[in-house]
């Protein structure tokens, strides 16, 4: 498994933006896919965004489409979320994963490597 670490969370106000970063702990990281889920309270954890291993290909889920880039930096075994405009219902924890293969997926069980979430509120 990768260990992962996401960092970058915070309190921002509607309309504002954040990055959030993640490190992985092994280089393998980079053969992978990379993705970005959120859960808020009382809900299911959710798909945001995925990459594919060589940063080619990207997918969104609709709530983020044209708010959200998700980009990656394997020389440094990163990934990235830049969130703008950003919106109250998009307070969570955010979650970066590695996915088991390269290729797009939104699905959670599709994911074996996940960090411990970091938190980001956005104020109305």
């Known amino acids: 498994q990768v260990q992962l670490v996401e960092s970058g969370g915070g309190l921002v106000q509607a309309g504002g933006s954040l990055r959030l970063s993640c490190a992985a702990s092994r280089r393998t990281f980079s053969m992978y896919a990379s993705g970005w889920f959120r859960q808020a309270p009382g809900k299911e954890r959710e798909f945001v965004a995925v990459?594919?291993?060589?940063?080619?290909?990207?997918y969104y889920a609709d709530s983020v489409k044209g708010r959200f880039t998700i980009s990656r930096d394997n020389a440094k075994s990163s990934v990235y979320l830049q969130m703008n405009s950003l919106k109250p219902e998009d307070t969570a924890i955010y979650y970066c994963?590695?996915?088991?293969?390269?290729?797009?997926?939104?699905?959670?069980?599709?994911?074996?490597?996940w960090g411990q979430g970091t938190q980001v509120t956005v104020s109305s």
């Open positions: 990459i594919t291993w060589s940063g080619g290909s990207t």
């Open positions: 994963a590695v996915a088991r293969g390269a290729g797009l997926t939104r699905e959670v069980t599709d994911f074996g490597s």
